[in-house]
């Protein structure tokens, strides 16, 4: 049985709490623009998510730039409130600047990627910008644990496309059956990776219903992290790729 030699992470959602900051981020908005003010944090704050995926595929192809895409991301958002969109500028410069003060990472993030530095290869596999998370990597201080970053705007195709996680396995310098992907989303990480013909666990911090049991393990949290480095090295898991 081929042995685990380099284990993949998403990024966002997975090592970096996007989604605290995001909503940390709404939250100063709505507070700042009284427009907002009439839908609930709730309501809003699940808009503004539907809206980030939906412009999100450009971004990380590099179709799109980082800050267009924030811009129509708030017209579309005072749209949603039937609000003139005179101020989504002023308002996605306001998200910008509070979601970077409330980043932070996943408990347990930094110390499972210490866990398992040397002894296998750890990737990063995101759709993103390069620019983007590599500033988040350093600012974090996971950079030194990481082998390899892949970014869908380096490769020109998102997860779950099969050929970022190809370019993924290139990098790491392995094959698909000696390494593992964890990451948050069911579709983008574990469908993709496992498309790809790599064992994928499934990052569940909310506990949601598991999709399909079978097809991935999951896990709840990143800690203890030497339990879980020790989880994720096992050979058993070079056995779940994909056929």
């Known amino acids: 049985m081929p042995q685990i030699r380099a284990v993949l992470f998403d990024l966002d959602d997975t090592l970096i709490d996007h989604q605290h900051a995001a909503r ?30 939906l412009l999100h595929h450009e971004v990380a192809i590099g179709a799109r730039s980082v800050a267009d895409a924030r811009i129509d991301r708030y017209r579309r958002l005072f749209a949603f409130v039937g609000a003139d969109d005179a101020h989504a500028g002023a308002a996605a410069e306001l998200h910008r600047r509070v979601y970077q003060a409330c980043r932070r990472p996943v408990h347990g993030a930094r110390e499972l990627l210490a866990a398992l530095h040397g002894k296998v290869t750890i990737g990063i ?13 350093a600012t974090f201080d996971l950079a030194p644990f990481v082998g390899a970053l892949v970014t869908s705007e380096e490769v020109g195709v998102a997860k779950p496309d099969r050929r970022i996680f190809a370019a993924a396995l290139e990098r790491v310098g ?36 598991q999709p399909d049991g079978a097809a991935a393990p999951q896990l709840a949290s990143l ?14 898991l070079a056995s779940l790729h994909a056929v």
Do not use: Y
């Not at 596999?125 to 990597?137: C, D, G, H, P, Y």
């Open 125 to 137: 596999v995101t759709n993103n910008t390069l620019a983007e998370q590599t500033e988040k990597l």
């Open 174 to 209: 392995c094959a698909a059956d000696e390494a593992v992907m964890v990451g948050d989303s069911w579709a983008h990480d574990v469908q993709g990776a496992r498309a790809a013909g790599i064992a994928a666990i499934w990052f569940n911090r909310a506990r949601a219903p």
């Open 24 to 53: 940390s981020a709404t939250a100063g908005v709505r507070a700042r623009f009284p427009a907002f003010q009439q839908a609930s944090l709730d309501a809003l704050a699940a808009e503004h998510q539907r809206i980030l995926d």
């Open 223 to 236: 800690q203890p992290a030497g339990a879980v480095a020790a989880m994720l090295m096992r050979d058993h």
